[in-house]
């Protein structure tokens, strides 16, 4: 059976700081998938990545990047310079390789504050 | 359309009704998915289509629960016999088609309060 853990249920921080959001996982199969939503106050859960098991490199985009380490099963996600506009839920998810449905971790609610 | 439309955006109904909520996919979306969100949870899978055919329902909780997707498009989830227990937002995303190397678009959700 799949799993996420996102140990971090709340974070406040102020503008401008750096932010680590972690995401730890468990699985059986070799091949998967790897995601990161926001949900805003508004409700609707928007993708940010998605990065498949094979592919272990960082990525970056603009001030978020994402560290992806298959040997402790760690997928955390980094805000940096955060803004006000960075509040909400982060959720992150996993895919196995035949299944169509991703299990979401729990969330961890962001609070920036001005 | 633009985006996936889910309606209505709230429902409150009495202990014991029978509800649908309606999901419109993006056009031309082969797949489907239903998750529930309670709060303070993430969202958890229900079920899912691919065209018309439901392809993994394992999610759904129990016998009252039950969702048709008649045209591998809109797509309507039915509740019988509610319960206090069924409040939570229901979600529903859509993608090109069922696979790793996909980006499934969420809707807004629907808010169902049973009373």
């Known amino acids: 059976a799949q799993k996420v853990t996102q140990a971090q249920t709340e974070i406040s921080v102020v503008e401008k700081e750096d932010v680590t959001l972690d995401c730890v996982y468990e699985t059986r199969d070799t091949t998967y998938y790897l995601f990161w939503y926001k949900q805003p106050p508004s409700g609707e859960l928007v993708f940010l990545i998605r990065?498949?098991?094979?592919?272990?490199q960082n990525e970056i985009s603009g001030r978020y990047s994402w560290n992806f380490q298959k040997s402790t099963s760690s997928f955390n996600f980094t805000i940096t310079a955060s803004q006000v506009v960075d509040s909400a839920v982060y959720f992150c998810a996993l895919s196995e390789e035949r299944a169509g449905k991703s299990t979401f971790g729990d969330g961890t609610t962001l609070t920036v504050k001005p | 359309g633009a985006g996936v439309s889910q309606t209505p955006s709230n429902k409150v109904t009495e202990k014991g009704k029978y509800v649908e909520l309606r999901c419109d996919p993006i056009?031309?979306?082969?797949?489907l998915y239903w998750y529930r969100q309670s709060l303070g949870q993430g969202p958890e899978f229900l079920i899912y289509f691919q065209g018309t055919g439901a392809a993994d329902d394992s999610g759904l909780p129990n016998d009252r629960f039950f969702a048709v997707r008649p045209e591998g498009s809109v797509s309507t989830l039915k509740i019988q016999r509610t319960e206090r227990g069924d409040s939570a937002v229901y979600l529903c995303?859509?993608?090109?088609?069922?696979?790793?190397?996909?980006?499934?678009?969420f809707g807004q959700g629907t808010r169902l309060t049973v009373v």
């Open positions: 056009s031309g979306h082969t797949a």
């Open positions: 990065r498949n098991s094979f592919d272990e």
């Open positions: 995303a859509s993608s090109l088609k069922t696979g790793l190397n996909t980006e499934a678009f």
